[in-house]
């Protein structure tokens, strides 16, 4: 059974730059997309973007360019970065993997990130 | 963007009713729809994908149908696991958008 753990510093400071690291176990992280969701509190859900084992990547243009994404293959596992945060930012952040990069059929439990000063 | 709209935003409804929940689509998207089911403090569940294709494991209970730019997820008679928000998700263009979903509660 493919499992997903999302991991990473729960609080960052605005201006400066989140990160996030989902650890995927149970199956291989090759010839899958692999993608990064959120929802702030009480909201509904946003895709943040994917990113292909090759390293190829799209991402949501209403984030303006501030999505950084990476896979390592070796530790079957993939990275978000989200730089100059501000509490818009805040959100419960999930990792998943997209079923032939369509629609998302495994998911992390998500990872709260609080972005406060 | 593609948009997505739900109606109802919410609903009540007892254990046994039939349920019916509308997704549509700001332009024409094909069958290239998802439905999840998500409970509180819990990650999304696929329930369906391609608009109608079951995903394993999920009760036959839920069905989905449409194509274009509009879909309907159904659940015939409806348990207490069931109640849930729901959202649908597309998969045609990029970027990737969900509906704003509905949420089942009990009446």
């Known amino acids: 059974q493919v499992q997903l753990q999302e991991s990473g510093p729960g609080l960052v400071k605005p201006s400066e730059t989140l990160s996030l690291t989902c650890t995927v176990s149970?199956?291989?992280?090759?010839?899958?997309?692999w993608s990064w969701i959120r929802q702030p509190a009480g909201k509904g859900l946003e895709w943040i973007g994917r990113?292909?084992?090759?390293?190829?990547?799209n991402d949501n243009p209403s984030l303006k360019s501030r999505v950084t994404m990476s896979v390592d293959t070796s530790k079957n596992q993939f990275s978000l970065k989200l730089s100059s945060v501000t509490a818009a930012d805040t959100a419960v952040y999930y990792c998943?993997?997209?079923?032939?990069?369509?629609?998302?059929?495994?998911w992390g439990q998500g990872t709260l990130v609080t972005v406060s000063s | 963007a593609i948009q997505l709209t739900q109606s109802p935003s919410s609903l009540s409804a007892s254990v046994g009713d039939r349920v019916t929940i509308t997704c549509r689509a700001s332009?024409?998207?094909?069958?290239?729809l998802a439905w999840y089911q998500q409970k509180p403090g819990k990650d999304p569940k696929l329930l369906i994908y391609?608009?109608?294709s079951l995903e394993s494991g999920v009760p036959l209970r839920f069905s989905g149908s449409g194509s274009g730019t509009d879909f309907t997820l159904t659940i015939s008679s409806l348990q207490p696991e069931d109640f849930a928000t729901y959202y649908c998700?597309?998969?045609?263009?990029?970027?990737?958008?969900f509906g704003p979903g509905t949420k089942v509660d009990i009446k």
């Open positions: 391609d608009a109608s």
């Open positions: 332009q024409g998207i094909s069958s290239a």
């Open positions: 998943a993997r997209g079923n032939t990069g369509r629609y998302y059929d495994y």
């Open positions: 990113i292909y084992t090759s390293g190829s990547t």
């Open positions: 998700q597309q998969f045609n263009s990029y970027p990737l958008t």
């Open positions: 149970g199956g291989s992280i090759n010839n899958y997309y």
